[in-house]
């Protein structure tokens, strides 16, 4: 059995982009408690924990403060437990506040919290966590935004992508083609979040093994991405990616193989070398070399993703163990 790396997008930039204003304030504040936090809080975190929540805090103000002085400031003064115990303070306040007294604005502000803090729990593999966290932001921003509105779209897309990462892939189904609905009415069929969710559908047909119905949603995704954002972005790569691996699952090596050469590529010159996308990039570059029967070389790309996957996720991440299941058996065949 061969098992590539093929994931649904995310998508939270859009939702961000319309309520600047109050998440700035927000962002400062977290700082602030984080500071405080850093000094007053213990160190009994869980790792794993730990990584979820600052990827949810990063997330939520790197839109706003791209590479500024607050990230470095952050780093260096805070550290990863007062950040994340911040946010998890933060997130619980704002859970526990009466949400029916609050201005609409504020309990759109909550919606997108408890999404950022789901696609934290999601990326470092507590699924079980992100789960709930994502339907309440889904009831929230449906609530205040209505049902047709590009944020709920976003918002159940990613819910959908949960679903689809835990084999629920009937319900996944469903959510993404609600989504496809909503953003053709609101955004329009050359917009890059279209694109996103003809990527995950995509993605989803591929794992049903419905490849004739995936190629076409995959290729027009890639299309769209690049006429938005060109051929060094890093949707465009994972576009690329999942492309390659719908050919991989339809044993066309010969057309899977560029493709995951391009896509690795890509990541390198815009995430670096460290990002677990890169890792995952290399997996799938390996697997294509060992069903062709070429264990001397993907045996070195599954150790520098296992190796990058342990600095970042940890041992016990599921991406990390598929990962080694491959690298077992490509050493099986040698």
């Given at each position: 059995?061969?098992?590539?790396?093929?994931?649904?997008?995310?998508?939270?930039?859009?939702?961000?982009?319309?309520?600047?204003?109050?998440?700035?304030?927000?962002?400062?504040?977290?700082?602030?408690?984080?500071?405080?936090?850093?000094?007053?809080?213990?160190?009994?975190?869980?790792?794993?924990?730990?990584?979820?929540?600052?990827?949810?805090?990063?997330?939520?103000i790197e839109?706003?403060?791209?590479?500024?002085?607050?990230?470095?400031?952050?780093?260096?003064?805070?550290?990863?437990?007062?950040?994340?115990?911040?946010?998890?303070?933060?997130?619980?306040?704002?859970?526990?506040?009466?949400?029916?007294?609050?201005?609409?604005?504020?309990?759109?502000?909550?919606?997108?919290?408890?999404?950022?803090?789901?696609?934290?729990?999601?990326?470092?593999?507590?699924?079980?966590?992100?789960?709930?966290?994502?339907?309440?932001?889904?009831?929230?921003?449906?609530?205040?935004?209505?049902?047709?509105?590009?944020?709920?779209?976003?918002?159940?897309?990613?819910?959908?992508?949960?679903?689809?990462?835990?084999?629920?892939?009937?319900?996944?189904?469903?959510?993404?083609?609600?989504?496809?609905?909503?953003?053709?009415?609101?955004?329009?069929?050359?917009h890059p979040d279209?694109?996103?969710?003809?990527?995950?559908?995509?993605?989803?047909?591929?794992?049903?093994?419905?490849?004739?119905?995936?190629?076409?949603?995959?290729?027009?995704?890639?299309?769209?991405?690049?006429?938005?954002?060109?051929?060094?972005?890093?949707?465009?790569?994972?576009?690329?990616?999942?492309?390659?691996?719908?050919?991989?699952?339809?044993?066309?090596?010969?057309?899977?193989?560029?493709?995951?050469?391009?896509?690795?590529?890509?990541?390198?010159?815009?995430?670096?070398?460290?990002?677990?996308?890169?890792?995952?990039?290399?997996?799938?570059?390996?697997?294509?070399?060992?069903?062709?029967?070429?264990?001397?070389?993907?045996?070195?790309?599954?150790?520098?993703?296992?190796?990058?996957?342990?600095?970042?996720?940890?041992?016990?991440?599921?991406?990390?163990?598929?990962?080694?299941?491959?690298?077992?058996?490509?050493?099986?065949?040698?």
């Open positions: 059995m061969m098992t590539s790396l093929r994931h649904p997008l995310f998508t939270l930039n859009q939702i961000l982009e319309k309520h600047s204003h109050s998440i700035i304030w927000t962002s400062t504040t977290l700082l602030g408690l984080a500071i405080l936090n850093f000094f007053l809080s213990s160190l009994s975190l869980v790792f794993n924990e730990s990584t979820a929540l600052a990827t949810a805090y990063f997330k939520f839109h706003f403060f791209l590479e500024s002085l607050i990230w470095s400031l952050a780093f260096s003064l805070v550290g990863f437990v007062g950040i994340m115990s911040s946010l998890k303070y933060f997130v619980h306040s704002y859970s526990t506040t009466a949400v029916q007294n609050s201005p609409k604005s504020e309990k759109v502000i909550k919606g997108i919290t408890l999404n950022t803090l789901a696609e934290g729990y999601k990326k470092s593999g507590k699924y079980d966590k992100a789960l709930p966290l994502y339907k309440q932001s889904l009831s929230i921003l449906e609530k205040e935004l209505g049902h047709n509105h590009p944020d709920v779209a976003t918002a159940t897309n990613n819910l959908a992508g949960i679903h689809y990462i835990k084999g629920e892939y009937e319900t996944a189904q469903s959510l993404y083609k609600k989504v496809l609905a909503i953003q053709e009415q609101t955004l329009g069929k050359q279209y694109a996103t969710t003809l990527n995950n559908l995509a993605v989803l047909y591929d794992s049903q093994g419905n490849y004739a119905q995936a190629l076409p949603l995959s290729q027009t995704a890639l299309n769209i991405l690049q006429k938005n954002w060109g051929t060094q972005h890093p949707a465009y790569a994972t576009s690329l990616n999942n492309l390659a691996g719908l050919y991989y699952s339809q044993r066309e090596l010969d057309k899977a193989l560029p493709l995951y050469q391009q896509a690795l590529a890509i990541r390198e010159r815009v995430l670096g070398k460290q990002h677990p996308d890169y890792a995952s990039s290399l997996n799938n570059l390996a697997e294509v070399y060992r069903a062709q029967g070429q264990c001397a070389q993907a045996l070195p790309l599954y150790q520098e993703a296992l190796h990058i996957m342990h600095q970042v996720w940890g041992k016990r991440h599921p991406t990390t163990q598929r990962i080694q299941e491959n690298y077992k058996r490509c050493q099986q065949q040698v």
